[in-house]
């Protein structure tokens, strides 16, 4: 099969899209990679409608340029108050080392999108140029009405089977997340068995059997990097980690130094800190999670609103090792300057290799 391109966007001229990272990426962030000829992204996953809302138009301050809006699709939680009360149980010694208590129940934090009929409205409304999933797909009524209202839609997979659910629903392209992508994994069911394919084993699966484009996520870090995932038949990367050192990055300045640390050198999957599977630096929190049975974590967002707390505690003693510091495998050769310039630095590299290539 040929290399599937990606559709047309006016003013993206790069196969280089940003990552959506929730709670790291900025309107700021996601403008400035647009303007620079990539395709910038936001995340709002995390977010009701009317913060989604206000995020875009804070993009569109910045840009006339298309960006890409990130939504989450996982599973809505299901309580359970025993695993709960026992995870909170777990967690006593740590609040108390910073003089806290912690939270006396924990909470869904925030909404799938597989059940939020305001935000569907909202970007119906909005009608952003590009809009993706994450953790599943929304939907069919909801992809409907999407693609009527002309977004281009993506969604991430990582593995065939996750493919052909997006490619059979009508998704324009496919986001490959290979098992060095920092972040949250995008499994569809956190409970399933994990083949954990690299990047370029899943890049090279999905474009033999998947008849869209293909994005390659995962331990992308330069422009060789990009130009071995375009050699492999993506018709475009992703690359996350490699913006969480820009200055429009919202990474606050613990997270800075873990990433700039040997810490980014060891980078491991846990599930403790929100309830899924997710890629963070080695620290604190990272150290926790190891042999803690996955039935023992409560459902995510729940898990989450402790983790958040925790972070929140020791963060105000000036301890920032409980962080959500997500990170992939690629960490060590992140980049800390403005995000335009890195796009302009990959443009470069990429054009480099390529005339090798060529050569």
């Known amino acids: 099969m040929t290399t599937r391109h990606l559709p047309e966007l006016p003013g993206i001229e790069l196969p280089i899209i940003q990552a959506p990272m929730a709670g790291v990426t900025s309107p700021a962030m996601a403008a400035a990679v647009s303007e620079a000829g990539a395709l910038g992204s936001i995340g709002v996953g995390a977010l009701d409608a009317d913060g989604a809302r206000a995020m875009i138009a804070a993009v569109r301050e910045r840009t006339a340029r298309p960006f890409n809006v990130n939504l989450f699709c996982h599973r809505p939680a299901v309580a359970n108050d025993s695993v709960e009360d026992a995870w909170i149980d777990r ?15 924990l909470s869904e934090i925030y909404q799938s999108f597989v059940t939020d009929d305001a935000m569907l409205r909202m970007l119906v409304a909005e009608r952003p140029a590009v809009a993706s999933f ?9 992809i409907a009405a999407l693609r009527n209202a002309g977004i281009v839609l993506l969604a991430s997979a990582t593995s065939l089977d996750e493919a052909r659910a997006i490619a059979a629903a009508g998704i324009d392209a496919v986001v490959a997340q290979g098992w060095e992508a920092g972040g949250h994994r995008g499994v569809f069911d956190p409970d399933a068995p994990d083949e954990r394919l690299g990047t370029a084993a899943l890049v090279r699966q999905l474009v033999g059997a998947v008849d869209l484009p293909v994005i390659a996520a995962g331990g992308i870090m330069d422009g060789a990097g990009i130009a071995a995932m375009l050699r492999l038949g993506a ?15 919202l990474a606050d300045a613990g997270y800075r130094a873990a990433l700039a640390s040997d810490a980014a050198h060891r980078t491991a ?65 992140a980049r800390a300057m403005p995000a335009a310039e890195i796009v302009a630095t990959l443009a470069a590299e990429l054009a480099v290799a390529s005339e090798q290539d060529h050569g």
């Open 91 to 105: 967690f006593g010694d740590p609040f108390a080392e910073y003089g806290a208590a912690p939270p006396d129940h």
């Open 134 to 142: 994450h953790f599943g797909l929304p939907p069919a009524d909801a």
């Open 235 to 249: 018709a475009a990367a992703q690359l996350g980690t490699a913006f969480l050192a820009s200055d429009e990055s």
């Open 269 to 333: 999957m846990v599930r403790a800190v929100s309830g899924r599977p997710a890629r963070i630096l080695a620290n604190r929190f990272a150290a926790l999670d190891a042999g803690i049975a996955p039935a023992a974590i409560p459902a995510y967002p729940i898990a989450y609103d402790l983790g958040k707390a925790l972070n929140a505690v020791a963060k105000a003693r000036g301890e920032y090792g409980y962080g959500a510091q997500w990170a992939g495998q690629g960490a060590p050769l």
